[in-house]
């Protein structure tokens, strides 16, 4: 059991990769569709690829969602609104009217227009008055219910609403009384008429809802074995629907226990073979990410966020799916590590998603571009300007790219959905968010981008400022060591922001005893007198051990901390190792050697250069190019002959750029002219 156990725990980082493998395919997994996925893919108005298509079984063709749309909007507009009448109403107006009448004219009875009175009410009731104004058109269809009986079908406009009573009397009576009896006869009107039609709300809901529940959602049907569609032929809109009616149902099958199994098993071989890719990547191209478990859980989390948020938006409504800041993805990958596998994570990501979205096919290519452009464009994710100016660039491409599959499918420009082009610029400026995500990315998992690079890189900074205060002569050192390497890795390609940062900080140790280094002795005084050679060697050493430490309690970034561990490698202290020697045969290099480790990257191998190559070069006497160029080989030959660059992936070619670069910065240095011959 111990040695299990001790097995266990020498490959737990092992363990943990595989756990991690594991937990994140189930989790893709349970978010993919439990169904099986139609093994045809077609597009609309291109030619159909495969053989020719007979139906596997009897199935009805689905209506488009447009078509549905334009049945229920005709039966809203075609529907009768229900409306109840009282009829009581009118007879009651009648045997009031005598009695308002007399009231109104006296006894002296003017039979004419008392009758004319008559016929009045008879024309408002003919059809009825409104209770109010309902939104409704003149040639609205209505039906009139008198105690819950159909009475008659006519028109809304053969209504009388309340504000037409006025014009409607002043009309009847014209000119044929006097100006005096008309006003008399509708202010009469006025106190006896009442509304006796008023539109009955559940009956005419209810009547619609049913009309609207006999939509059929399909129109015809296509019988087993009947040919759906040859090869070569052009996918029209007939069979386009036809094809999507047979997917729909073949991916909405009830699925029995087996083959829910056997779906589910062929999906998590897909996803995990996809992310077996990534880890095999990051095993042979970035051995030093795949060393480190945090980074590896980092690049999970972020594919798994990615197709989560996707999945959740696509669950709400697909038409948003556009909406989703995939390329926020390779934004961060790439702020934190490298382009390439920023990209490689990023198609990995979507051909993932290839499962879950529709129109699979237009999805990726759309994403994979866009992904391509991100990693192009954005060469300086600090610079915020370069950011807009990506974010910019990737909303043009998603538009471009998306017009140019409308009108392949559709083949005119007419039916254009410009509201797809409002989703892009949403997702464009939702990618604009990667500027605080990747703060609260350092944060949680301890990385660091070069956004926080620069800010270190600022001479301000607590440390810096401590390192200039209590080691001058170091600080003036780091300043030019910096200046080399950052151009050293500009020639070469590599991370010129990191190796600058490095640089700066990698001599902050000497603030411990900082007149133990020549650079800080401004008086004369040498204190390494005083001590043995062992004893001033262990001091020399312990500026690296010291670095660490005040590096740590300063909570410097570990890609920073870095360079002071390895900028020395495993070399030794050569002088008081050679002055030991003299003095003692029994001298033990050991005791005069740096701890290491050798440094393992382009930066840290670069550094070790510049480092070693500007300390030694204060003690050059009357320097010219020839003594500079000796110089410099020598300094760099013997770090080559002592390994210590075998760790790191740096080439002879490129270590040939560095010598070019540091031979001409300090002949820069020493202000040296051409030396013309005698």
Known sequence: MKELLNKWYKNHALVYKILL???????????????????????????????????????????????????????????????????????????????????????????????????????????????TDYPYTDDKSITLMASNTVEK???????????????????????????????????????IVKPNVSLNENLTRNSLEEKLSQISLTRGSVDKDQLIISKGQVVEDEEYKILNSLKSEYESQVWNTANYNWVLFAYTLLVALALLMLLFFLDKYRPEVFLNNTKVTFIFFNIALMILLTTLVINYNSQYIYVVPLCVLPLVLKAFFDARLGLFAHVLTVLLLGFIVPN???????????????????????????????????????????????????????????????????CGLATLFVQPLI?????????????????????????????????????????????LAEASANEIGANAMLVRVGALYHDIGKMVNPTYFTENQS?????????SNKESAKIIIDHVLNGIELAKKNNLPDRVIDFIRTHHGTSSVYYF????????????????????????????????MCDSVEAASKSLKEPTTTKINDFVENIINKQMDN????????????????????????????????????
Do not use: C
């Open 21 to 131: 493998f594991l937990v994140t395919t189930l989790f893709i997994v349970y978010l993919f569709p439990k169904t099986g996925k139609f093994r045809y893919s077609f597009e609309k108005g291109k030619p159909w690829q495969s053989e020719n298509l007979y139906a596997p079984f009897n199935f009805a063709i689905k209506k488009s969602q447009d078509e549905i749309e334009k049945e229920r909007v005709d039966i809203e507009n075609s529907a009768s609104d229900y409306f109840d009448v009282d009829s009581e109403i009118p007879a009651k107006i009648k045997s009031d009217y005598p009695k308002k009448f007399n009231e109104v004219f006296g006894d002296s009875l003017n039979v004419n227009l008392y009758k004319s009175g008559e016929t009045l009410i008879d024309r408002l009731y003919e059809n009825g008055i409104l209770d």
């Open 153 to 191: 079908r006519l028109e809304y406009g053969n209504l009388i609403e309340i504000d037409q009573l006025r014009p409607f009397m002043e009309n009847y009576f014209g000119s044929s009384i006097s100006f005096e009896n008309r006003n008399r006869m509708i202010s009469l009107f006025f106190d």
């Open 360 to 426: 699979s096919y237009e999805y990726m290519f759309l994403q994979i571009i866009a992904g391509i452009v991100t990693i192009l464009t954005v060469s300086e994710l600090y610079k915020r300007a370069n950011l807009f100016i990506s974010v910019g660039q990737i909303t043009l491409i998603y538009i471009i790219a998306y017009f140019a599959f409308f009108v392949i499918h559709e083949g005119q420009i007419t039916s254009l959905k410009w509201e797809t082009f409002g989703l892009f610029v949403l």
């Open 439 to 483: 703060y609260i990315y350092e944060k949680i998992f301890g990385l660091v981008s070069d956004v926080s690079l620069l800010e270190l890189s600022d001479t301000n900074t607590k440390l810096l400022k401590q390192l200039s205060n209590e080691a001058p002569g170091t600080f003036h050192h780091s300043l030019n060591v910096a200046n």
């Open 523 to 531: 008086n004369g005084i040498d204190p390494h007198k005083e001590l």
């Open 577 to 608: 190792y050679m002055k030991e020697k003299s003095n003692e045969d029994g001298a033990d290099i050991k005791d005069f050697s740096y701890p290491g480790p050798k440094p393992f990257s382009k930066e840290t191998a670069i550094l070790m």
């Open 643 to 678: 390994g210590q660059f075998l760790n790191a992936n740096i080439t002879f070619k490129e270590i040939q750029s560095i010598k070019k670069v540091l031979k001409h910065k300090l002949a820069n240095i020493y202000h040296l002219r051409i030396e013309y011959p005698e």
